[in-house]
T-cell receptor
Framework: GEQVEQLPSSLIVQEGASVLINCSYT??????FPWYKQEPGKRLQFIID?????ERKQNQRLTLLFDKKTKHLSLHITATQPGDSAIYFC????????????FGTGTSLLVDP | EAAVTQSPRSKVAVTGGKVTLSCHQT?????MYWYRQDTGHGLRLIHY???????EKGDIPDGYKASRPSQENFSLILELASLSQTAVYFC?????????????FGKGTRLTVV
């Protein structure tokens, strides 16, 4: 089945810095890739997604890049704020409707003020 | 806003005992899911359902049963709880009929089996 790897497992940055989170998947049938943010004690929150027919998507300070050939995604967060501190999850789905997600192991981001 | 409510939020269960985790959504979504999260791992899909009175196996269904008695409710049942089932369990829902791809998650249930 699909496997999703995510690196790094943790990051500590100063407020204002940019961060890059990398994700790779194995199943070429995966076509939809949503990302989630998990703050302590809170539910997973959808933050951005991309489909396999796209190469780039931006949502405010988030930019998601997708390389279908290498089966690789990268999430770039600019101008980080303490409120960005959370665990970020990459996920993949073979369906276009986001069901049956396979998740990466998560990246714990800590932004120091 | 879409709402997925899980109960209980935490539970301590005895090995060999029966555990039922409940999930209720008010989103009128067709799909519902149960995931488990272990430390150092991402979420893994246990069971899912796309219609009431029907459930499907996910990636790690062994040791779990699921029940969807209505569109709004989806339960996860551990008939004989084991230590290895200590984890945080997340329920989620999504709607495949409207073109909205977002999956909405509950806050999670922390299950400790002793």
């Amino acid at each position: 089945g699909e496997q999703v790897e995510q690196l790094p497992s943790s990051l500590i940055v100063q407020e204002g810095a940019s961060v890059l989170i990398n994700c790779s998947y194995t199943d070429s049938a995966s076509v939809y890739f949503p990302w989630y943010k998990q703050e302590p004690g809170k539910r997973l929150q959808f933050i951005i997604d991309i489909r396999s027919n796209m190469e780039r998507k931006q949502n405010q300070r988030l930019t998601l890049l997708f390389d279908k050939k290498t089966k690789h995604l990268s999430l770039h967060i600019t101008a980080t704020q303490p409120g960005d501190s959370a665990i970020y999850f990459c996920s993949a789905s073979i369906g276009n409707m986001g069901y049956k997600l396979t998740f990466g192991t998560g990246t714990s981001l800590l932004v120091d003020p | 806003e879409a709402a997925v409510t899980q109960s209980p939020r935490s539970k301590v269960a005895v090995t060999g005992g029966k555990v039922t985790l409940s999930c209720h959504q008010t989103n009128n979504h067709d799909y519902m899911y149960w995931y488990r999260q272990d430390t150092g791992h991402g979420l893994r899909l246990i069971h899912y359902s796309y219609v009431a009175d029907s459930t499907e196996k996910g990636d790690i269904p062994d040791g779990y049963k699921a029940s969807r008695p209505s569109q709004e409710n989806f339960s996860l049942i551990l008939e004989l709880a084991s230590l290895s089932q200590t984890a945080v369990y997340f329920c989620a829902s999504s709607d495949t009929r409207t073109g909205d791809t977002e999956v909405f998650f509950g806050k999670g249930t922390r299950l400790t089996v002793v």
